[in-house]
Structure formats: structure tokens, C-alpha cells
């Protein structure tokens, strides 16, 4: 049997992905959306095509030599590229992730056999600890060692202008008028929106970002905004990169992480495309900006990466249950339960150097089956019905006790604009919950009866 066609290795793959029209997700629009599936690459993923890029740059300069070490920074998709070449080629990896991303990502890229570092999410990119700063030490201090530096090394860029850019003008012979993905590093959106505009004058180039980062900020007003935390992998940065070139860009749009979420999780039950949520934020975006647009326009989105990197995060029930991402009539916060309810500030409280009897007798009064126990304005405890009826059956403590007798310490205290989901999970673990407002003032005691009677009140 002889081969007629066959590649020499898995790098000889990477790229010509297929464009494919959404079809139910984007009802709502106009505007004709279509979506690259960068997740058939080999390595499932965008980044498998700057890492192929930077590493044949590297070996030509010399940077890289026979038995060397990659080092890189990643979210986890340059990192499988980069070992993924690794491992065809004989090199040794050592990559640094934040410890936001998923442990598909860190346990995929074990596999290759690369060492992985992970570091701090929350922490400033001049902090040592950043995993900027981390694998940039790691690379000065291994020998015979390359730093791949996907933020700053320019190579990515270029990857973008040499395949991403030719390949979508091939397969689409420029008929398409908005070209949008995420941006991160910056590479692809200004690698392939600088080829695209060399060959399409008219074509418009439009990024999409997350709250919390300070690029859309920056390119709207030209202000450097303080960076917040958000949840969402491969889009957004609290640093900008020298591969962003902001000149390409025309537009933005900025999305959060439970509409990036729950869009792709959309799109593998509606369209049966299995992407990341990077994907499904750039989905969320080019609605909004078709939304936005007088006339119908063909857009073409690219999807970066594959759902299977996050099968324990955005494809598990529980976890977007539990960050408040599932979309639920329900999905609000405690806060907003208690106010609906009107029991934001009617927390009864007894004093610790009040008896078991003044106990009982206030949960009779006001009908209520949990009595907090404070020292002052301190919250020092709680007793309940249940705690009581053994005790007080079996004759160990009297109605004259002090209630510190039996005073429960078994408590979390929660913020009240916690996602009511984590509230419903934690009462099913038996826990006894209370709510501090914004100045960290007890305020309320959560129970069971009160999510029924919001539920049924909704």
C-alpha cells in the first residue's frame, strides 16, 4: 500500500481551518455572522500558528539551539504550540500560567512533558510573582534557554500577516465586510487586520474585550483605566502588549464573563461547535456590533480555541452554578433577594449576656427558628430550635443558662451582593448564613424559607 498524500509531522498541519455561518445564536440580527474554527487546529487552537512562527524565526536567528529550553508566559494555547513543536523537534519546555486558567490547560501541557510554573492571578505584572515576571526570570537564569515572549516578541504579529491573514482572504475572496476576534496579546487582531486592510481597503477591524481590562478603555479615550479581576481566559490584559497595534483597530466592543459563558455554551447546543469561551465572548461581541450597525454586514469572527480545554469550568453545570453564570430567573444576588423580600433590615439580634429563655421567647414572638448573638455590634454566634430541643429534653442546661451555653460559632458570613446560586449551595451543606451589607454591617440571616419565598414572589 503506498501513501499518496501524506505530512511529514503534526506541525505541517496547522492552519487552513474552515470558516462555517452561524445559524440560531445570531437570529436576532441582520447581519450575516460567520465563525473561523481556529479549534481544529492539531493542537486545538489560534496559538499553535505564532508558536510555529516564533520558534522557526528563533532557530534561524540562532536564539534557539539543538537541546535548548522554551520558555514562555501563556494562558495555555501558545504553551501547547510551543510543545506541541517542542516535541517534533527535540526541545525541552518550561511555561508559566496564572493560576485563573483551567487544569485542562496545566494537565495537557504536563503531558507534552513540559514543566509548568503557575503563579498568582491577582498580582500586578511588575510584581514578582506576576507570571510575566516568573517565566522572564526562569529564561534569564536556565541555560541554553529561549524566551518566547509572545507580548513582546513581534514574531507573533507576523505569524498573523503570514497565514491567518492570507488564508481568510483565500477562503473568502475578501467578501465580507467586519473581521473580529479577542484581543490578548494583540497578534492576531493586528497581525491579520494589517494584511486584510493591505488587500481589502473597506474592511473593518473590531476587537473585543472583557470588563476589567484596560484595552478598549485606552483605544476609547485614551486614558489608562485601573485593571479589575475577571474570570474569561484568552482575552484582555492589564498590560499593553507591543504586538496590540491600536492604529489596525476601528471599533471595540466590551462584554462580561457570564454573557461570554452562557454564548458558549450556546453554541455547542445550538450550532454543535465545540469552542472556548473566548470564543463565545467573540460571539457575544459581533452581535452587539451588528446590533449597532444601519445595514446589514457580513462578519467574520475568529473562534480561538476548543471547549475541551474548559470541560471543568463552562462545560461543568456546577461550576457555572456557582459563579452565578447559569441563565436563570433566579440568577441575582442576595442582596437583591433581600430587598425584594423586604428583609434587608429586619435582623432580630440578642445580646450574649442574655439567658436560653430570653432566646426562646423572642424566636416565639417573631415567629423565626435562628436567633443571631452578637457582643455589642459583633457577631459572635447564633442558636437555633435544633440546638436546643436536645439539651433542654434531657435536663443539661436550664431556661436560666446563659445563651453562650449553647451558642453555635458554625457560621459564614457572606456580602450581600454574593450570586444567590453560592447562597443555595451553602444552605444545602447545612450551613448557617449571614449577610453584611457594604460597610460589613451584619444585616441579615438567610434561610431556607427565604430563596422559597423570593422563588415563589419572583
Not at 119 to 139: E, G, L
Request: aromatic share 8%.
Amino acid at each position: 500500500m503506498s501513501m499518496k498524500k501524506f505530512n511529514q509531522n503534526v506541525i505541517d498541519v496547522i492552519g487552513n481551518t474552515p470558516i462555517v455561518r452561524l445559524n440560531k445564536v445570531a437570529t436576532g440580527v441582520e447581519s450575516d455572522i460567520y465563525v473561523k474554527l481556529e479549534y481544529m487546529n492539531p493542537g486545538g487552537s489560534i496559538k499553535e500558528r505564532i508558536a510555529k512562527h516564533i520558534i522557526e524565526q528563533a532557530i534561524e536567528r540562532g536564539d534557539l539551539k539543538p537541546g535548548g529550553t522554551i520558555v514562555e508566559g501563556t494562558s495555555g494555547n501558545t504553551g501547547v504550540g510551543l510543545a506541541m513543536y517542542a516535541a517534533v523537534h527535540g526541545f525541552k519546555c518550561i511555561f508559566v500560567l496564572p493560576d485563573k486558567q483551567s487544569i485542562e490547560k496545566i494537565n495537557n501541557l504536563r503531558a507534552y512533558g513540559a514543566k509548568v510554573v503557575v503563579t498568582p492571578t491577582n498580582v500586578a505584572p511588575d510584581d514578582p510573582r506576576s507570571y510575566y515576571s516568573v517565566a522572564k526570570r526562569i529564561a534569564e537564569t536556565t541555560p541554553n534557554s529561549f524566551y518566547a515572549n509572545q507580548y513582546y516578541n513581534l514574531d507573533n504579529q507576523e505569524a498573523h500577516v503570514r497565514s491567518t491573514g492570507p488564508e481568510i482572504f483565500d477562503q473568502t475572496g475578501g467578501d465580507f465586510d467586519v473581521f473580529m476576534c479577542g484581543v490578548g496579546t494583540g497578534g492576531t487582531i493586528s497581525g491579520t487586520g494589517k494584511y486584510l486592510k493591505s488587500v481589502m481597503p473597506d474592511v473593518k477591524i473590531v476587537g473585543v474585550d472583557i470588563q476589567g481590562s484596560i484595552l478598549a478603555p485606552f483605544w476609547k479615550t485614551g486614558e489608562v483605566v485601573e485593571a479589575h479581576g475577571y474570570v474569561l481566559e484568552g482575552i484582555g490584559e492589564d498590560i499593553f502588549p507591543d504586538n496590540l497595534d491600536f492604529s489596525v483597530i476601528d471599533d471595540f466592543v466590551m462584554i462580561d464573563d457570564k454573557e461570554s459563558f452562557v454564548m458558549t455554551r450556546r453554541l455547542l447546543t445550538e450550532e454543535g461547535i465545540y469552542a472556548g469561551g473566548s470564543s463565545g465572548a467573540a460571539v457575544v461581541g459581533a452581535i452587539r456590533y451588528a446590533e449597532s450597525l444601519d445595514t446589514p454586514k457580513k462578519i467574520l469572527v475568529i473562534l480561538p480555541d476548543s471547549g475541551n480545554r474548559y470541560t471543568g469550568k463552562i462545560y461543568n453545570d456546577e461550576w457555572m452554578k456557582a459563579g452565578g453564570y447559569t441563565d436563570s430567573p433566579y440568577n441575582t444576588t442576595v442582596g437583591d433577594m433581600l430587598h425584594h423580600t423586604g428583609k434587608a433590615t429586619k435582623l432580630i439580634k440578642l445580646q450574649d449576656d442574655k439567658n436560653i429563655g430570653n432566646a426562646i421567647e423572642i424566636m416565639k414572638s417573631s415567629d423565626i427558628s435562628q436567633l443571631p448573638v452578637f457582643k455589642g455590634d459583633s457577631l459572635v454566634g447564633y442558636v437555633s430550635e435544633s440546638k436546643l430541643t436536645t439539651p433542654l429534653f434531657d435536663g443539661t442546661i436550664n431556661l436560666d443558662d446563659n445563651i453562650n451555653l449553647v451558642m453555635s460559632s458554625d457560621y459564614e458570613v457572606v456580602k450581600h451582593d454574593t450570586p444567590l446560586q453560592i447562597i443555595q449551595d451553602k444552605l444545602n451543606q447545612g450551613k448557617t448564613i449571614f449577610v453584611s451589607d457594604s460597610q460589613d454591617n451584619i444585616v441579615s440571616i438567610v434561610t431556607h424559607s427565604d430563596l422559597v419565598n423570593y422563588i415563589a414572589g419572583v
